[in-house]
Every structure is written in structure tokens, then in C-alpha cells.
């Protein structure tokens, strides 16, 4: 079946540094990849997506690129903020007849907390 | 303003007790979902309906029913015979008409044990 694994957190990181939160997949053919970021006491809201290989899903200074050919969708940004500070999905969708849509695979999420 | 609404936003129930989470869209999405979150596992989707009068078991719905007599609501009960029901409970809905559709999440339900 189809599974998400991220990099263990929690990630604690100072103001403007580099972030990376590694994501690999499985999963057969051309799964959509998606990232979710959860605020506290929040539901998730949508950061980014990338619907095929190669393709560099982008939002708020966040980025991602699906690599095919390692099965990642690892997510980076150049330059943290205290307001990042949150948990991160990353998800998959595979459809299956068109009937898989919304029926998303979820890693385990990283708590990212950024300070001043 | 459009979005999902839950309700409430924290909820206690007793050994034997069924308890109901409401959740309610007026995005005019034909798709809704429940998701169940614990810590450090991520979301698991319980059930999920794509149209009025129809819905599928996901994951783990052993122990949940739904109902979704209308496109806008789509309550979640949680039965007594869910043995360890203590999670955070999330509503999402889409267009749900391709693979890459976005889910539009509500602000979810801490549900505890009393």
C-alpha cells in the first residue's frame, strides 16, 4: 500500500536559518505529493503540491520538488521565521479510477519551532 | 466567509456513551472526510463520502458511523465500541473531482475520556 515517511522531529531552529524536512514515499505509478501545515490548535491548511515528477511546488518561501527518481519530496526554505513555527505534513494522493481523490496518505508530521 | 465548521471544539465522553462531532461546509464541495490525528501518527482517515446519501469506510472506521443526508453536513459518531477513542478529530471536504484536489480542513475536535 501506499505509506509517507518524514524525518523525526521535533526540528528547533534559530531565526533565519536554512530548514530542511526530508519526506520519501511509496507508492505505485504517479502519486500527487502535497505538503500540510498544521498552526496550534489549527486544522491543516494547504502549503504546496506538485502533481509530477520533477515538478517544484512553491508557497511562502517554502519549496519542494518531486523527485521520481529517489521517491522524495523533501520541503526547504532559505530563511526561517518565529511564525513558521508548526507542525508539517507531507502527504500523497494516488488515484485509483478517480476514486481515490482526497483519500490522502499522511506522513507523521514534524514539529518545526523556530526562535528569535 | 467559506470554510468548515466543527463543532465543538473539545468534548468529553463517558465509558459507554455514544458522542456525535458535527461538521458542517458551505464551500459547496460534494466531498467530505474524517480524519483521526494522534500524536506522532500522523492523520488517519476514517471515513469519507464523495456525494449526498453515499459513504466509505476508510482506515480505521471500526467503531464510527457517519450520516450525510446533506452536501453540507457530515456528522461523525463515535460508538462505544470504540475502545480508545481520545484523539483529535478532523473534518475535511473538496470538489473532490481529481487525484490532486486540495482538502480544506476545519479547526477539529479534541475528543478525551472521561
Redesign the interface.
Known sequence: GNS?TQMEGPVTLSEEAFLTINCTYTATGY??LFW?VQYP??????LL?A?KADDKGSNKGFEATYRKETTSFHLEKGSVQVSDSAVY?CAL???AG???????T????TILTVHP | DGG?T?SPKYLFRKEGQNVTLSCEQNLNHD?M?W?RQDP??????IY?S?IVNDFQK?DIAEGYSVSREKKESFPLTVTSAQKNPTAFY?C?S?G????????F????TQLSVL
Not at chain 2, 40 to 45: K, S
Not at chain 2, 105 to 108: A, D, Q, V
Open positions: 509517507v502519486p500527487s500540510y490548535g489549527e486544522g491543516l491548511q494547504l503540491k502533481t505534513f494522493s494516488k488515484g478517480g476514486t481515490s481523490y482526497g483519500k490522502l499522511f506522513g507523521q508530521g | 468548515i466543527q466531498a472526510y480524519y506522532g501518527q500522523g492523520l488517519r482517515l469519507y464523495q476508510g478532523l475535511a473538496s473532490g473531482h481529481t487525484t490532486n484536489e486540495k482538502l480542513f476545519g479547526s477539529g
